[in-house]
């Protein structure tokens, strides 16, 4: 029985691995706070996660985030506007209520999503990257989204699933919003990092193992 509980036990090591991962969520969550900074969060999120946990995940995590701020900034606030103009658009075609205008706010939705693709290689990439000038990181980003089309099309169902869980299912998003709070960001991230290691690899060689 007392093998259960040594350090090196497989729960032991379970029971760290989700300990880490709770950290890691509150940690990026409280570093997201002033918006603007989400980018650098979701970048340093992705670096840990990445890599097997060590004892002091938190540590590594503040350390890339520094490390990809202006990168994962950058390409955020760009991100953001382009985006907001994007839902703007969505927004003023669905209020005109023609059957044209219907069609037209499904072309946003669909350019909406598309830019969440491109947004799950962008963030990775600042870590991997973080020297990398911004035209050179999204026009990389689009080459991979495109060629791993299916990894990135579930990269985009990931990133939106809580809004839909929030929009469609919020008797469920309520219910399991303790376990959201406490590892949601994290395990998600851990989820991304599993489809993203084959392109990320290819392209950045060394730089991710």
């Known amino acids: 029985m007392s093998r ?9 090591k379970a029971v760290r691995q989700i300990a880490h991962m709770i950290v890691l969520n509150f940690v990026f969550m409280l570093t997201c706070l002033p918006i603007f900074t ?6 340093a999120l992705y670096g840990v996660m990445c890599r ?3 004892d002091d995940p938190a540590k590594r995590y503040f350390q890339l985030w520094k490390q990809s701020f202006a990168c994962a900034t950058k390409a955020f606030l760009l991100l953001a506007a382009v985006g907001g103009v994007v839902f703007f658009d969505y927004c003023l075609s669905r209020s005109m209520g023609a059957q044209h205008a219907t069609v037209i706010s499904y072309v946003f939705l669909g350019a909406g999503f598309v ?16 020297d990398m000038r911004i035209r050179d990181l999204y026009r990389l980003s689009i080459q991979l989204m495109l060629f791993y089309l299916p990894r990135s099309f579930l ?12 929009l469609y299912f919020p008797y469920y998003f309520l219910r399991f919003g303790l376990v959201i709070g406490l590892v ?11 489809l993203l290691h084959r392109p990320l690899q290819q392209s950045c060689g060394d730089t991710i193992d």
């Open 4 to 12: 259960l509980f040594r350090y090196d036990a497989p729960l032991m």
């Open 38 to 43: 989400i980018g650098a969060s979701a970048a």
């Open 52 to 54: 097997p946990l060590d």
């Open 115 to 130: 830019l969440m693709m491109a947004a799950g290689y962008v963030f990775p990439l600042c870590t991997l990257r973080p």
């Open 155 to 166: 990269i985009g169902l990931i990133a939106l699933l809580f809004p839909i869980l929030a």
């Open 184 to 194: 949601g960001f994290s395990f998600l991230c851990k989820l991304n990092t599993l």
